[in-house]
C-alpha cells in the first residue's frame, strides 16, 4: 500500500522569503502523479501544484515550484516570495491510475507567513 | 459551472440520529469521492464512485453508505452517529480519470459535523 508523509508539521516564513515543504511517499509503482494541496482557513481544498511521475521537468505554478527526486521518493514543494496569503495548511497526496485515482494523503504541514 | 457543491455546510447531531450530506458536482464528472479529515490529519477515502451505479469502499466506509443515482449527485449517509463520526466531510469529483495531465480533483467547500 501507498503511503504518504510529511514529517514537518509546522513551519514559518517570513514575508518575501522562501520556504520549502517535505514531503516523501513509498510505493512500488513506476507511473504515478503527486500533488500539493492547499488549505486555507476556509478549509477548501485548492490545487496548487502536480506532478507525473514520467516527466522528469519538475512543475511550477508563478511562485510554487517542486523538487521531484523519483529514485529518493521525495517530492517537495518550493515557496518563493512568500506571501501572507499563503498561510494555510499544506498536504501532499499520491495517486495511481488509471482509475479509480483514489487520493492518499500525508498529514500536512501547517505554514505560517509572518509580515 | 458551479464546480462541486456540498450541502449543508455545519450541522449538529445527537447520538444515534441519522443524516444525509449532499454533494452535487455540475461538471459531467463520472468519478466521484468522499473523504473525512479529522483535527490535524490528512483526508481519508470513506466511498468513491466511478459512474451512476457504481459504487466501492474506501479505507474508512464504517457507519457510512452511499448511491449514486445520477451522473450529478453523490449522497453520504450516515444512520446511527457516533462522535467518532465528528469530522469534516469533503466531496470531490474528478475532470478526465485515466487521461494523461487531467486526472486532478476537485473539492467541494466540504461539512463540518459535529456528534454530540
Known amino acids: 500500500a501507498q503511503t504518504v508523509t510529511q514529517s514537518q508539521p509546522e513551519m514559518s516564513v517570513q514575508e518575501a522569503e522562501t520556504v520549502t515543504l517535505s514531503c516523501t511517499y513509498d510505493?512500488?509503482?513506476?507511473?504515478?502523479?503527486l500533488f500539493w494541496y492547499k488549505q486555507p482557513p476556509s478549509r477548501q481544498m485548492i490545487l496548487v501544484i502536480r506532478q507525473e511521475a514520467y516527466k522528469q521537468q519538475n512543475a511550477t505554478e508563478n511562485r510554487f515550484s517542486v523538487n521531484f527526486q523519483k529514485a529518493a521518493k521525495s517530492f517537495s514543494l518550493k515557496i518563493s516570495d512568500s506571501q501572507l496569503g499563503d498561510t494555510a495548511m499544506y498536504f501532499c497526496?499520491?495517486?495511481?491510475?488509471?482509475?479509480?485515482?483514489?487520493?492518499?494523503f500525508g498529514t500536512g504541514t501547517r505554514l505560517q507567513v509572518f509580515p | 459551472n458551479a464546480g462541486v457543491t456540498q450541502t449543508p455546510k455545519f450541522r449538529i447531531l445527537k447520538i444515534g440520529q441519522s443524516m444525509t450530506l449532499q454533494c452535487t458536482q455540475d461538471?459531467?464528472?463520472?468519478?466521484m469521492y468522499w473523504y473525512r479529515q479529522d483535527p490535524g490529519m490528512g483526508l481519508k477515502l470513506i466511498y468513491y464512485s466511478v459512474g451512476a451505479g457504481i459504487t466501492d469502499k474506501g479505507e474508512v466506509p464504517n457507519g457510512y453508505n452511499v448511491s449514486r443515482s445520477t451522473t450529478e449527485d453523490f449522497p453520504l449517509r450516515l444512520e446511527l452517529a457516533a462522535p467518532s463520526q465528528t469530522s469534516v466531510y469533503f466531496c470531490?469529483?474528478?475532470?478526465?480519470?485515466?487521461?494523461?495531465?487531467?486526472?486532478?480533483?476537485?473539492f467541494g467547500p466540504g461539512t463540518r459535523l459535529l456528534v454530540l
Open positions: 470531490a469529483s474528478i475532470s478526465q480519470p485515466g487521461l494523461a495531465g487531467q486526472e486532478t480533483q476537485y
Open positions: 510505493t512500488s509503482e513506476s507511473n504515478y502523479y
Open positions: 497526496a499520491f495517486m495511481k491510475p488509471p482509475g479509480p485515482d483514489k487520493l492518499i
Open positions: 461538471m459531467n464528472h463520472n468519478y
